[in-house]
C-alpha cells in the first residue's frame, strides 16, 4: 500500500505518493504536481528538495553518518586508499587486487599532459588561482582528448582515468610553473598520491624524499573529500551534465562551483580567519561575536553546514591527521591553537549550540595541508582532486538514470506586469502612472 500526502487546493485533493530510500529517507513525489494543480514548490538552495535518486553517498546529518556504497567514512580512511575508493564510488564495488591493478595501470598510462598544453600555463599571470586554471585547464582537455561517443565501460573508464590522473597533474604542473620552477613529470614506479607529492616538491637542486606517512595521510586526505551526496559542485556537474554537455564542461563546472568560499574554498578562508586571529592578538572572542552579529555578513568559516547538524564524521579524522602529522614532523602551528581555542568556544556559545553549528570537514584541513607544505592558494585544488572520483561517480550515475531530465528550474515572477514601451524623448518625464 503506497503511502500518500494530500493536498487540499481550491476545493480539490490531490494525492502525491510518498517514495522512501534505503535508510528509511522519505520524499513527496511531486513529478506531477503542476500539471495536476497547477501549483510549483518554493524552495531558495533547494534545502527541502531531493532532485535525484542515488545509490553512491548516503549522510545523515543527525547521526554525523558518511557511508561511500555503504562503508563508513572511518573504516575507508583507515583501511582503504585514495585510488581503491575512488574505484568503489565509481563503480560501485570494492575492487579486487586485479581490478585495482589494472586500474592503477590505467591511471598511470594517463599521468602526461599534452606538451602543447603547457603553454597554456605559461600564459597566465603568475599570480592568477589555481582553481580558475584547474577548471580552464579542464575545459581544454575536450580539445585534446576524444568526447565519449557510446558511452560504454571501456571508453568510460579510459576518459575517467584520464581525467582522475591528469588533474593531479595538472594541479602540480600549475603550481611548479605559477613559481617559474621546472615542470616535475609523472613517475609509472609511484603511487597516484606519491606521485603529486613528489610532481609537487622534487626539484634538479633538491630532491624530494617521499615519506610513507605523508603518502598515507594523503591517502586518507583524499579520502576523506572524495564525494558528498548532492553538494552544491556535484549539483553543479549534474545540472551542466544534464544538457549533455561533453563531461570535461561537465567537471569544469564543479570546480567552479567548489572554489566558492561557502563551498570547497572555505578551507582556504579558514586559514585566512585563523590567521586574523592569531594577528590580532590570538582572541577569537571578537571574531564569533561578528559571526553572531546578524548584521555582518561575517561567517565562521569552517563552521556550520547544511547537512551536518552535528560534529561532520571527517573533521574528527582530519583533526587526528592533523596532530599525525605536525607531531611527526614536530611542528608547532600557532593556527593550531587558535582553531582549538576557537573551536572550544563557539561550540560552548548558545548562538552556535542553537543553530546546531560545528565544525565541517573544511576546519582542520588547511592546518594539514599547511603541514605537509601545499600552499594556501592550493587548498581547494587539494579538494577539488580528492572530490573528483566523486563528481565523475554521480555524472556516471545521472547519466544512467532513465529519469534525469535536463535540469530547468521554476521560478515566481514578481517583476513589473506588461507596460508599453517608452520612446527615449518620453523617458524620466512621464509621470509614473502614464509610464506604467
Ligand atoms: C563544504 O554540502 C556539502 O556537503 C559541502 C561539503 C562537501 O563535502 O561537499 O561538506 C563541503 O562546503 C563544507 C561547508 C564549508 N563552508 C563554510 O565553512 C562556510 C561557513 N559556513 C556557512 O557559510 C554555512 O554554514 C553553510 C554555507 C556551510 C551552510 O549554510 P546554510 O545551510 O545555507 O545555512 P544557513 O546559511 O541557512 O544558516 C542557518 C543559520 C543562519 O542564521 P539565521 O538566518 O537562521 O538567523 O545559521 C547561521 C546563518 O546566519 N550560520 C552561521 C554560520 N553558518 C550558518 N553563522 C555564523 N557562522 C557560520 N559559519
Redesign the pocket.
Known amino acids: 500500500m503506497v503511502e500518500v500526502v494530500k493536498l487540499e487546493f481550491k476545493g480539490k485533493i490531490y494525492e502525491f505518493p510518498i517514495i522512501s530510500g534505503t535508510e528509511g529517507d522519505m520524499a513527496i513525489d511531486i513529478r506531477g504536481l503542476r500539471k495536476k494543480t497547477g501549483l510549483i514548490t518554493y524552495d531558495p ?1 533547494l ?1 527541502n528538495t531531493g532532485v535525484c535518486k542515488s545509490k553512491i553517498t548516503y ?1 545523515d546529518g543527525e547521526k554525523g553518518i558518511l557511508r561511500y556504497r555503504g562503508y563508513p567514512i572511518e573504516e575507508l580512511a583507515e583501511k582503504s586508499t585514495f585510488v581503491e575508493t575512488a574505484y568503489l564510488l565509481i563503480n560501485g564495488e570494492l575492487p579486487t587486487e586485479e581490478e585495482l591493478k589494472n586500474f592503477s595501470i590505467k591511471l598511470n598510462d594517463h599521468s602526461l599532459v599534452h606538451e602543447d598544453m603547457r603553454e597554456f600555463f605559461e600564459n597566465f599571470p603568475r599570480r592568477a588561482h589555481p582553481m580558475g586554471i584547474l577548471s580552464s585547464m579542464v575545459t581544454a582537455l575536450r580539445e585534446f582528448y576524444p568526447e565519449l561517443k557510446e558511452g560504454g565501460k571501456e571508453e568510460i573508464n579510459t576518459t575517467f582515468a584520464r581525467l582522475l590522473s591528469k588533474v593531479r597533474t595538472m594541479a602540480a604542473m600549475a603550481y611548479k610553473i605559477s613559481r617559474g620552477h621546472k615542470v616535475v613529470y609523472p613517475r609509472h614506479d609511484l603511487s597516484y598520491c606519491a606521485n603529486f607529492l613528489n610532481m609537487m616538491f622534487d626539484s634538479p637542486v633538491k630532491p624530494y624524499i617521499i615519506d610513507d606517512d605523508v603518502v598515507r595521510a594523503l591517502n586518507v586526505f583524499w579520502i576523506l ?1 572524495a564525494d ?2 548532492q ?4 549539483a553543479a556537474v549534474r545540472l551542466v551534465g544534464s544538457a549533455k554537455v561533453n563531461i570535461y564542461a561537465a567537471i569544469s563546472a564543479g570546480i567552479s562551483a567548489l572554489w566558492g ?4 574554498g ?1 578551507n582556504q ?2 586559514i585566512e580567519m585563523l590567521r586574523e586571529i592569531y594577528e590580532s592578538g590570538g582572541d577569537p572572542k571578537p571574531f564569533i561575536e561578528k ?2 552579529d ?1 548584521n555582518n555578513p561575517f ?10 547538524k552535528t560534529y ?1 564524521p ?1 573533521e574528527k579524522i582530519m583533526k587526528k591527521l592533523c596532530h599525525k602529522i605536525l607531531d611527526k614532523f614536530k611542528i608547532d602551528d600557532p593556527l593550531l591553537d587558535v582553531a582549538k581555542k576557537l573551536e572550544e568556544l563557539a561550540v560552548k556559545d548558545p ?2 549550540q542553537e ?1 546546531r ?1 560545528y565544525p ?4 582542520y584541513s588547511g592546518i594539514f595541508l599547511r603541514a605537509i607544505g601545499i600552499p594556501e592558494n592550493m587548498f581547494t585544488v587539494m579538494f577539488a582532486i580528492g ?1 573528483l572520483p566523486g563528481w565523475l561517480a554521480q555524472w556516471k550515475e545521472s547519466m544512467e538514470d532513465p529519469h534525469n531530465r535536463l535540469y530547468r528550474p521554476r521560478q515566481l515572477y514578481i517583476g513589473p506586469s506588461e507596460r508599453k514601451y517608452i520612446s527615449i524623448e518620453k523617458r524620466g518625464k512621464l509621470t509614473t502612472t502614464e509610464s506604467a
Not at 553538494?231 to 556535484?234: D, F, G, K, L, V
Not at 568560499?261 to 570547497?264: A, F
Not at 565541517?360 to 576546519?363: A, E, G, H, Q, T
Request: with cysteine.
Open positions: 538552495g534545502a549522510l573529500h558528498h551526496e553538494n552544491c559542485s556535484t568560499p561557502l563551498h570547497g572555505a578562508a579558514v559571526a553572531k546578524k561567517r565562521l568559516m569552517g563552521f556550520g553546514h547544511r547537512i551536518y561532520d571527517r548562538y552556535f543553530k553549528l565541517n570537514v573544511d576546519f572530490r
